[in-house]
């Protein structure tokens, strides 16, 4: 049984109750850099605040070394300009307008306690795409330009195996990397493993896009892109960690994929408390898709989500996942890092189908039976 340990536990709960947005991911960098120096996990930042962490492995470095990738943000609020009690902010990510009006949030200054507030509009600016908002606090506060707002949502809520969380997409994927490169560490693994986290994600994968052109990540590395999408028929909260076949946008490599898929059903009949399920993700696009476009080999997992973006049936509403469903894909990012990326069933899957067409293919030639 593949449970998370409770310091584990506790670290997931750490990571998904920090405040972030696109462009003010710098909790969230803190953190990262404190747990790294902690845990002996080696960091490198590019001139933008895109993090690499390192987990170097036991003796000679292979060619191929998974990177396991998320971004930092999720879509937030950032303050422009403040009056009194009332304030304008920028918010950034795919929201649905109409659930603005009357929604309440709260902003994260640099210290002290949060400001809460309520959204009294919100209007699409043409030239940046993105929403300016008119909020009106509780009560006067000191606010400077650039502070982070967030929904008014409680960070942490766990009944059972279910979570009900402010972030889960994609600060779960933030969290499943550090877990993942402190249990190779812990066991001392042997193959290396790269974690790369990104920031605005939520903006277009600006992040992603400004690692790629600062040379942040090798180009002949494979990257896994670790996500939470919107549940699907076939994919629902509670059956298991996705394997994604592809987005909204395009399907992944295959042979990661078929990496990926073997890796998946081998750890379920190994232990059957460790669910898998194999699915298209259509309800957005991910960094696999930006960075296959940049001409990197690309794959992904991802969680079956509720809520996305926040956005209830009517309004605001906790992120929601299944506990298991992120013990299950731990699981499977631990065991993937550390096969060889090309290490595919498409090899014997190929031999075999040659062979069955040398066995029968003189059939063709016979006259059918019966004519």
Known sequence: MNRLKIPELKLLKDVVSLSTAPFCEFNVQEFIRAWADENGIGLQEDKVGNILLTYRGRGRAPKNTWVLQAHMDHPGFELISRRGRTVQAWFRGGVNENYFPGARMQ??????????GTVESARREKESGFLKCRIKLDEPAKLEVGTLGMWDIPAWTKRGNKLSLRVVDDLCGVASILLTLKRLKDSGAKRPVLGLLTRAEE???????????NKL????????????????????????AVVRVGDASTIFDPELTSNLRKMARGLHLKDPTLNFVESLMPGGSCESTGLALLGYRTCAVCLPLGNYHNMGKTKIEPEIIDLRDFESMVALLEAVSQVKPDAS??????????????????????????R
């Open 107 to 116: 902003f994260f200054p640099g210290s002290g306690t949060p400001a809460s």
């Open 203 to 213: 903006v277009g994968f600006v992040g992603a896009i400004s690692a790629v052109k």
């Open 217 to 240: 990540i090798d180009p002949a590395f494979p990257i896994l892109g670790i996500e939470a999408s919107r549940e699907m028929p076939n994919a629902k909260i509670g059956q298991g």
């Open 345 to 370: 069933n498409r090899t014997a899957l190929k031999k075999r189908i040659l062979e069955n067409h040398q066995k029968r293919a003189a059939l063709l030639l016979h006259p059918q039976a019966g």
